[in-house]
């Protein structure tokens, strides 16, 4: 399985942007980057998804590098409320019975006041 | 408008007493998930169903079953808990098993072994 890595940790100040990345060197052309969040007690939240240009939501940005080998996930404005830890995932394009969603470590977001 | 509950959000088992969790979707998604999440650590899938279709993960201890009665619905079973399977039970649905699809979490179990 592609394997994902991303810092442990990360710190920002409330209302400053926040780039987050996350490295994929072994993602096949094929694998989706995934993007969640977890906040504390919750289940992980989606957040976005691309699989090879740069994608906005109302939640967040999400820019692929050209050789899809990284990717950093952009909170343009940091609240408190996105304290949470950030899962970077590849999920396969097409893969029905074998279907995977692995986890790598995540990195923890502090926000500051 | 909770599209992924999980029932109950804490439960407490013996040493050795079988328990059930439960999920339910309202979400119609072909595809449910279990996933496992200890302490500090990231969550560990244990298995998925697409549509009846069951697949176990290959490191998943026999200890854990599931079913999946109809879409809806999905149970994890633990037949013999043992303090090491203190964690949070986290399920999860997606509409199809292609990368398109996201994830939809519930809020999980905490599971307690006394």
């Known amino acids: 399985d592609a394997k994902t890595t991303q810092p442990n940790s990360m710190e920002s100040n409330e209302e400053e942007p926040v780039h987050l990345p996350c490295n994929h060197s072994?993602?096949?052309?094929?694998?989706?980057i995934h993007w969640y969040r977890q906040l504390p007690s919750q289940g992980p939240e989606y957040v976005i998804h691309?699989?090879?240009s740069n994608v906005n939501n109302r939640m967040a940005s999400l820019a692929i590098a050209e050789d899809r080998k990284s990717s950093t996930l952009i909170l343009h404005r940091a609240t408190l409320r996105d304290a949470a830890v950030y899962y970077c995932?590849?999920?396969?394009?097409?893969?029905?019975?074998?279907?995977?969603?692995?986890f790598g470590t995540g990195t923890r977001l502090q926000v500051f006041p | 408008d909770a599209m992924v509950i999980q029932n109950p959000r804490y439960q407490v088992t013996q040493f050795g007493k079988p328990v059930t969790l439960s999920c339910s979707q309202t979400?119609?998604?072909?595809?449910m998930y279990w996933y496992q999440q200890k302490s500090s650590q990231a969550p560990k899938l244990l298995f998925h169903?697409?549509?009846?279709?069951?697949?176990n993960e290959a490191d998943t201890p026999d200890n854990f079953q599931s079913r999946r009665p109809n879409t809806s619905f999905c149970f994890l079973d633990i037949r013999s808990p043992g303090l090491g399977d203190a964690a949070m039970y986290l399920c999860?649905?997606?509409?199809?098993?292609?990368?398109?699809?996201?994830?939809?979490f519930g809020n999980g179990t905490r599971l307690t072994v006394t």
């Open positions: 999860a649905t997606s509409r199809e098993g292609d990368g398109y699809s996201p994830l939809h």
């Open positions: 691309g699989l090879t």
């Open positions: 169903y697409y549509d009846k279709d069951f697949n």
């Open positions: 072994t993602i096949s052309g094929t694998d989706y």
């Open positions: 995932i590849l999920r396969p394009r097409r893969s029905y019975n074998t279907d995977k969603l692995i």
């Open positions: 979400l119609n998604h072909n595809v």
